[in-house]
């Protein structure tokens, strides 16, 4: 971010004033350049990629004994696929030399398993491999440049993959022969439809389908307070009693915030209000350029601050059970820890879903944070004052780019298929904006910097520590989460000298969260770890507590009821603006 003009600090000459505005104007050439290159490269930093290629080579180049081992695997593998050659010619049903990853269903069908696609598959997952051996472990790289040039080259192997080929896939074959290649037109359809509403920022078909207020977002409730940033739903009673503090949800801003009130049989929030809590929620708002200049600060008192005042009005002498998702959960932290160091009492417990409060091990998307990377995308937001929802979906396809891009292509352009819309995947169509500063304080502060674990983050102009927590904690991490790793949120244990209990549940970081009572095939761990008590590794966690079949809503629910007061009749409604689900979930 450039530095505020010298003219606007005390004390400053007309000579400071004139070289710094010249300063400045070079710093928004470089800018614009950047801005402009991002169109190109799709976001991702040239130079990222450049520095970390570089290292690679350099260190590669420098390491004959690396690339003499190399060439043996690479004997070795030519070595394997011409036994499965020999084998297979001779036997179809000849068992392959090697399995794809787990999660790779690319080669699952069948039709893989024999000659000649079963050539092909077995050569590209050697192919794969020995990839992954070029670019792993090479002496002297830096982890997160290996981890870069790895992704990098998986994804140009991707591209050449022989399922995303018509001619090499089995499947569409088989596909195509049936039906007299009305796949492919059917497919050529759907890609032009697809391309047609991209280019008019129109969102994917069908999810007109659940507009909220009519589909989703439909639990009975009254909008009780707006500022420039939230919009605070306050959600009927259903029940006769209620639990006398309330339940004050925190959503993720990047994201609308209805995935927590989805439809009726998918809503955490109806299921909690028919359990006798009363549930206030954050609708946040959609940020536009004029909105450049909000901070993390401002998220902080003008977000969470702001309802909990609001609450405490309405509901006086009341503590309060505040949950946040994702990075309503990291800003929930940092609220709750500038409340402990102030003797705010107000939090009755804390709930953390899929939230992460230490970031040196962010997952996936370390990828694109470092320096480079970092200023790239602070020049692409300060252009357009914010960064939009087309730039940040691109990277999180990259990230699960099998399931997202190339898996998607082959079944809705070669196979002729759609997949059926479902609420959570139009709510996934239904992003937000991020403000250009706030945004660059969020990633550089947490993610680059770490400052909040390691106690330098600063909040109301004093540093805050997660330490002075001291009220209940419920953190819940997912399985297969791509953005907020379980081992990561398990890390709430190491900075908070609070009792938690920790759920880590089967699926994502979205299908996870949104698990009803009911819902098939989902499971979750549970324990409770009290201050005092030793602290696991999240891999011997894990073994030492068994699987439940069934929603960790139930345990989560059960827990916020012992850390409650009896059952008595609910609080008055506030002063209704209007209807849920208010104003701010339909900006676009």
């Given amino acids: ?23 400045e104007a070079f710093h928004a050439v470089d800018r614009i350049r950047e801005a402009l290159s991002a169109q190109l490269s799709g976001g991702i930093s040239p130079g990222s990629l450049m520095l970390a290629w570089s290292d ?3 260190h590669l180049a420098q390491a004959p004994g690396k690339r003499m081992e190399l060439g043996v695997k690479a004997g070795r593998k030519w070595q394997r696929l011409l ?20 999660g790779d269903r690319r080669f699952a069908d069948e039709a893989w398993a024999k000659p000649p696609f079963s050539w092909m598959s077995q050569a590209f997952l050697l192919q794969q491999q020995w990839l992954h051996n070029v670019t792993h472990e090479v002496p002297g790289v830096t982890k997160h440049h290996e981890d870069v040039v790895s992704f990098a080259a998986k994804q140009m192997l991707d591209v050449f993959s022989p399922s995303n080929n018509p001619f090499t896939n089995p499947e569409v074959l088989a596909r195509t022969w049936s039906t007299g290649g009305m796949n492919l037109v059917k497919g050529w359809q759907n890609w032009l439809q697809d391309a047609t509403r991209q280019i008019s920022q129109e969102p994917p078909e069908g999810v007109e389908a659940f507009t909220p207020g009519r589909d989703v977002a439909v639990t009975p409730g009254k909008v009780i307070f707006r500022n420039h940033l939230i919009e605070l739903i306050q959600y ?25 009130d989805l439809s009726p049989e998918n809503s955490l929030i109806r299921w909690l209000v028919a359990q006798g809590h009363t549930v206030f929620a954050i609708s946040w708002r959609n940020p536009g350029a004029e909105d450049r200049d909000l901070t993390l600060e401002d998220y902080r008192l003008q977000g969470t601050m702001a ?35 102030e003797g ?17 091990e962010p997952g996936e998307l370390a990828l694109f944070i470092d320096p480079s990377q970092l200023h790239f995308l602070e020049s692409m937001m300060w252009n357009r004052g914010y960064l939009s929802a087309d730039q940040m979906a691109g990277a999180f396809q990259l990230l699960r780019s099998n399931d997202l891009i190339w898996s998607r292509m082959v079944h809705d352009y070669l196979m002729g298929e759609r997949t059926a819309m479902n609420d959570l995947m139009a709510w996934n169509a239904d992003s937000t904006r991020m403000p250009y500063r706030m945004h ?84 979750y761990r549970l324990a409770t770890r009290t201050h005092g008590d030793a602290l696991l590794p999240p891999e011997t966690w894990a073994d030492a507590n068994s699987t439940t079949e069934g929603s960790w809503w139930t345990p989560w629910q059960a827990w916020l009821a012992v850390h409650s007061s009896a059952p008595a009749a609910p609080p008055a409604m506030g002063k209704a603006l209007e209807d849920a689900p208010g104003t701010y979930v339909f900006q676009r």
Avoid at 313 to 335: E, F, N
Avoid at 490 to 499: A, G, P, S, V, W
């Fill in 344 to 360: 705010d009492d107000r939090l009755a417990s804390l709930t953390l879903l899929a939230a992460q409060v230490d970031f040196t």
């Fill in 440 to 523: 660059a304080e969020y990633l550089r502060k947490l993610y680059l910097e770490n400052e909040l674990s390691s106690g330098r983050f600063a909040a109301g102009g004093k540093t805050v520590l997660l330490q002075n927590i001291r009220v209940p904690a419920f953190a819940v991490g997912t399985e297969r989460d791509h953005v907020a790793p379980w081992k990561s949120v398990y890390k709430i244990h190491q900075f908070t000298d609070c009792d938690v209990t920790f759920a880590l549940t089967s699926g994502g970081h979205n299908a996870g969260i949104v698990s009803p009572p009911g819902h098939p095939r989902r499971r």
């Fill in 307 to 341: 309802a909990l005042d609001e609450i405490s009005r309405l509901v006086p002498d009341q503590k309060i059970h505040a949950t946040g998702y994702c990075l309503g959960g990291t800003l929930l932290s940092i609220a709750a820890a500038a409340m402990a160091g």
């Fill in 1 to 23: 971010m450039a530095l505020p003009p010298k003219s606007d600090l005390p004390g400053a000459s007309p000579a400071q004033a004139g070289e710094n505005l010249g300063i």
């Fill in 56 to 58: 690679w080579i350099f």
């Fill in 236 to 260: 009927a009673p259903v029940t006769e009693t209620v639990h006398p503090e309330p339940v004050l949800i925190i959503p993720a801003w990047i994201m609308k915030y209805y995935i927590l």
């Fill in 83 to 102: 036994a499965h050659l020999m084998s297979s010619a001779m036997d179809p049903e000849a068992v392959p030399v090697i399995t794809p990853l787990p």
